[in-house]
């Protein structure tokens, strides 16, 4: 079975453009999950949506925002792009929505914005 | 707050056995998981601790005292594949995390000596 899948790989932008970043889960699975992860970090969370609901949300701006569609894949945008931005974009994947599930994870989107 | 602690880098040469420690302290803590991230690719699931004790999987151990807020990962037999950054994750209650399941560490980056 696939796993996650992330795309693009790779993206450069601009200060203040507008980004939309797509994840598809592991067949299944119903539960997707958002991370930054800034170089030499731990990731960290951003969103999570299950059945097309938002579940939880980390502490990010509101120029982050994502959503998910009825074939349970995902799309993470953000606004206004700052400097600070530049991460690489990790969508996890989960049966549910339970603490029990655990977690797996895509190649992730490297984004970089100059 | 939430807050997880491991060394940032551990050496070790081919053949050893290296131990990764990590401690915690987080509110409505569940559970500890262990992922292996190469080259700032895809976290790869390693173990998952819900109770106290020994996990085993191939070369890879974890163990967990959740009275010491304290576990930590086994890497036996080491091999160069092994170079990498590992990290440990607590899960924890969405209620005590802003609705994020999973609480990551810096990460330790491993070497791998010939």
């Known amino acids: 079975d696939a796993g996650v899948t992330q795309s693009p790989t790779h993206l450069i932008k601009t200060r203040g453009q507008h980004v939309t970043l797509r994840c598809s889960p592991i067949?299944?699975?119903?539960?997707v999950s958002w991370y930054q992860q800034v170089l030499g970090q731990g990731p960290q969370f951003i969103f999570q949506?299950?059945?097309?609901?938002?579940?939880g949300r980390g502490n990010f701006p509101d120029r982050f925002s994502a959503r998910q569609f009825p074939n349970y894949s995902s799309e993470l945008n953000v606004n206004a792009l700052l400097l600070g931005d530049s991460a690489l974009y990790l969508c996890?994947?989960?049966?549910?929505?339970?603490?029990?599930?655990?977690?797996?994870f895509g190649p992730g989107t490297r984004l970089t914005v100059l | 707050g939430q807050s997880l602690e491991q060394p940032s880098e551990v050496t070790a040469v081919e053949g050893a056995i290296v131990q990764i420690n990590c401690t915690y302290q987080?509110?409505?803590?569940?559970?500890l998981s262990w992922y292996q991230q190469h080259d700032g690719g895809a976290p790869t699931f390693l173990s998952y601790?819900?109770?106290?004790g020994l996990e085993e999987t191939g070369r890879f151990s974890s163990f967990l005292s959740r009275s010491d807020s304290y576990g930590y990962l086994l890497l036996q037999e080491l091999q160069m594949k092994d170079s990498a950054s590992y990290f440990c994750?607590?899960?924890?209650?969405?209620?005590?995390?802003?609705?994020?399941?999973?609480?990551f560490g810096q990460g330790t980056e491993l070497s791998v000596k010939p």
């Open positions: 949506y299950y059945e097309k609901e938002e579940r």
């Open positions: 067949s299944g699975h119903k539960s």
């Open positions: 601790n819900g109770l106290d």
């Open positions: 987080t509110s409505g803590f569940y559970g």
């Open positions: 994750a607590v899960r924890v209650h969405p209620l005590y995390n802003q609705g994020g399941k999973l609480i």
């Open positions: 996890a994947s989960s049966p549910r929505d339970r603490v029990s599930d655990t977690q797996y």
